[in-house]
């Protein structure tokens, strides 16, 4: 009996479509392989689509015939422009090639019939039942994809559609460089994302806030009449040539991520799975690259086992489409709030816009044009010092070391040790435990160290081993920490006091966290904004403040805040954040009152205001304080950003210096989308739109991302937690890399450190060398 051929199915000839279909016909010459598209051979919609050197790299070593074809068509450039103000900045060592989206279809369409493909134009897919007997159907037919939603219930997917307008426009305008053209109007700010793909034709993407869009009255002319309106206000940037249209209609982008990727002998592919952003230009690549790893699973896997095919394309591919589709989130967030870095001075705004999707960093911008960052530096230093009156202009020490001050207290850089619980207190004492923790971490050249949540009284704790600050044996030995740091080190220690609330009386962070203590009776009594339990039906139910707990309460941190002072801290923070007492007032879904501490925000935030207030009365006023909150809870129904923004604004009027922004933990049902510096956003938010300093927390682990985060004033501060606790000389190491000498170091480690010097001048060499022989040889 003869065997039986594989059959594939793909429904969409797009480009990802395409590629599946050569690579996997080119592998498997005996399969059956269709390709099915509605459209017409010769149909596209858009104009250019933008490839890096390393995708490029790739698609070379899987089909060689394909790429030489490709990048025959390819109009290559090293550079991105930015267009904002009248001026342009150039920022090189990008790598980029731009072709024609109906040339690329062309030459896989002609790929695919030379190794035996059967393309089906002008078929459209209604139903599924046609291709009963194959034994995989790609879904391929894009954002809108009909398969999916008919199967949505398995694929589950998500879809978000985003603020901004776009529309997608050509030009026969020349262009040298992917260039940002920043266009200041009387509705807005407004982008077109442009790059040329062959001689005499570019692409124009262009981009505003809905509010921009509809004050030019783009929602009542058609397509026709808004490219018309768009030439006369990108007259100036086209240089007098004309928009080209093709199906250019203004749209809010899809953003599509699906929880399952088969479902069955159905696989999708492409925008019908995933959707990134255009700013990053990774629709296509990604979807190329997706085909790619689909191929070689099935070629693996397909004859033998759909199930075990599909399962190996999504751990190939998975984790590597939800970091490219996370960086492009981010980079479409920047761009819906572009207004926000309309004030910055060119280098500045040039430097946002260069590393807003987060992937590329200082120490990137480096290798990739110094000139770059040198002419940032030009423009930074001397702002920074009419600003601050820190003159930092010859020494250059880059942002991160640059010193910063708060009232009275000057910090020598801008690295923070996050507050992190040690859990090792007794009676809320600090012990030795916590006397080497400190002072270690002090020594290692942090500006700033915090303690860890420190509670005004025993019923305040999260747990048994939580430091306390309501006796004199525990004001006692924080002073012990405290005189140690500022009699060896020049950083300064700051005092975080925080009530956990009903995440209180809990299991140490390493036993069961957020759980109650395993012996009933050990548990005490807790308070929240409302009687809800952490975790329903295994945490203890809180009960609700009221005004006599209330006002017993603002008189424990009053008092420890007076501890706090006599013990020599110089700056004092109250923890707002993560569901504790404070943060259960300002979430919606933990306060859920009906008195004048519930409903509006500015209700919310009355009790957690009126502490702050108390605390500040006693507080020296020449010495900061700072409130730390959580900007989201990560949960339908939150806090939101105007909430955020309002309690920022209540704080600093009330003598709040500095707001410690992290996010989360309010709830257990929370989903937050991790990732490197995740939490950013949130102090660049209050930073640029409320102007107060803030300070960035959350997974920032490189001093290049500190150095970013500075330079593009998203804070102002950057606090790191977990890199501290495994290398207390981080700050050091990170001098030491970027060659700054005089920091602070003690006498005693003076050897050490002029060692590391050397060491860190001949790696980073050594490193720039690899970086460069690793950039793929560029195609002009």
């Not at 570019?202 to 018309?228: K, N, Y």
């Not at 004030?343 to 260069?354: H, T």
Request: with cysteine.
């Amino acid at each position: 009996m003869a065997k039986k051929t594989f059959k594939i199915a793909i429904v969409g000839g797009g480009p990802g479509g395409l590629y599946l279909a050569l690579l996997a016909k080119k592998a498997k010459p005996a399969w059956q392989v269709d390709v099915y598209e509605q459209n017409r051979a010769d149909d596209t919609f858009g104009f250019g689509v933008v490839f890096s050197d390393e995708t490029l790299e790739e698609f070379l070593s899987r089909d060689p015939q394909s790429y030489a074809r490709i990048t025959e068509t390819f109009a290559y450039w090293d550079d991105i422009v930015i267009r904002y103000r009248g001026g342009e900045i150039r920022c090189g060592g990008n790598g980029f090639a731009g072709c024609s989206r109906l040339a690329l279809l062309q030459i896989l369409q002609r790929r695919c019939e030379e190794v035996g493909v059967d393309l089906h134009f002008q078929t459209q897919v209604h139903d599924l039942s046609r291709f009963s007997d194959c034994d995989v159907i790609v879904a391929a037919d894009g954002s809108n994809s009909p398969i999916r939603e008919t199967y949505k219930e398995h694929f589950k997917p998500s879809l978000d559609l985003k603020n901004n307008k776009f529309a997608w426009l050509g030009s026969t305008r020349p262009l040298d460089a992917f260039t940002f053209f920043f266009k200041q109007t009387e509705h807005g700010l407004i982008c077109a994302h442009t790059y040329q793909y062959e001689p005499g034709r570019s692409t124009w993407v262009m981009e505003m806030s809905p509010e921009a869009w509809t004050g030019f009255g783009f929602e009542r002319l058609g397509e026709d009449q808004s490219a018309r309106l768009l030439e006369k206000i990108f007259a100036d940037e086209l240089e007098g040539h004309k928009l080209i249209t093709n199906r250019s209609l203004w749209r809010n982008f899809p953003r599509i991520f699906c929880e399952n990727w088969w479902h069955k002998n159905i696989v999708l592919l492409g925008d019908a799975k995933a959707t990134a952003h255009f700013s990053i230009g990774s629709g296509t690549k990604l979807a190329m690259e997706c085909a790619i790893a689909l191929s070689d699973a099935l070629v693996a896997h397909g004859e033998s086992s759909v199930e075990t095919a599909f399962r190996a394309y999504d751990r190939a591919r998975r984790t590597e489409v939800q970091v490219t589709q996370h960086n492009a989130d981010v980079s479409l967030a920047w761009f819906e709030h572009m207004e926000r870095s309309n004030d910055m001075k060119p280098m500045q705004f040039a430097m946002v816009v260069m590393s807003r999707a987060k992937a590329i960093t200082w120490d990137n911008l480096l290798a990739r044009d110094a000139n770059f960052v040198k002419a940032f530096e030009d423009e930074w230093y001397q702002t920074y010092f009419e600003e601050s009156g820190f003159d930092c202009r010859q020494t250059r020490p880059t942002p991160m070391f640059t010193p910063f001050k708060l009232r009275e207290m000057t910090l020598k850089n801008r690295v923070v040790v996050s507050p992190m619980d040690q859990y090792s207190a007794v009676d809320g004492v600090p012990n030795d435990w916590h006397y080497v923790h400190y002072t270690s971490r002090a020594l290692g050249g942090a500006g700033l160290l915090y303690v860890e949540m420190t509670c005004p009284s025993a019923d305040a704790r999260i747990s048994p081993g939580c430091t306390g600050l309501w006796n004199d044996a525990q004001e006692v030995q924080f002073k012990r920490i405290a005189d140690f740091v500022h009699a060896n080190t020049d950083a300064k220690i700051c005092m975080q006091l925080g009530h956990a609330g009903r995440k209180g009386s809990t299991q140490l962070g390493w036993e069961e966290i957020d759980h109650p203590l395993p012996n009933a009776g050990a548990n005490w009594p807790l308070y929240s904004a409302s009687a809800l339990p952490y975790y329903e039906g295994t945490s203890q139910l809180p009960a609700e403040l009221g005004r006599a707990q209330m006002d017993r309460i603002m008189a424990d941190f009053v008092q420890a805040a007076k501890r706090a002072d006599r013990a020599g801290f110089d700056m004092l923070e109250l923890h707002s954040a993560h569901g504790y007492l404070f943060a259960s007032f300002l979430s919606p879904l933990t306060n859920k009152r009906r008195d004048e501490y519930g409903g509006a925000i500015e209700n919310r935030l009355r009790y957690p205001l009126e502490v702050f207030t108390a605390m500040r009365n006693v507080w020296p006023a020449n010495k900061p304080m700072s409130i730390r909150i959580s900007a989201s809870d990560w949960a339908p129904g939150g806090i939101t950003e105007n909430d955020v923004l309002d309690i920022a604004r209540a704080f600093e009027r009330a003598g709040c210096d500095l707001v410690s922004t992290s996010s989360g933990q309010t709830v257990p049902e929370q989903k937050p989308v991790y990732g490197r510096m995740y939490q950013v956003q949130f102090a660049e938010g209050i930073r640029n739109v409320a102007g107060m300093k803030t300070m960035a927390v959350g997974a920032v682990t490189e001093p290049g991302q500190i150095n970013t985060i500075v330079a593009c004033r998203r804070a102002d501060l950057v606090a790191l937690g977990r890199p501290h606790l495994v290398d207390p000389y981080f700050t050091h190491r990170a001098a030491a890399w970027y060659g700054v000498k005089s920091h602070g170091v003690p006498q005693q480690y003076l050897p050490g450190m002029a060692q590391a010097l050397r060491e860190a001048e001949r790696t980073r060499q050594k490193q720039l060398e690899l970086q460069k022989k690793a950039l793929p040889k560029h195609r002009k």
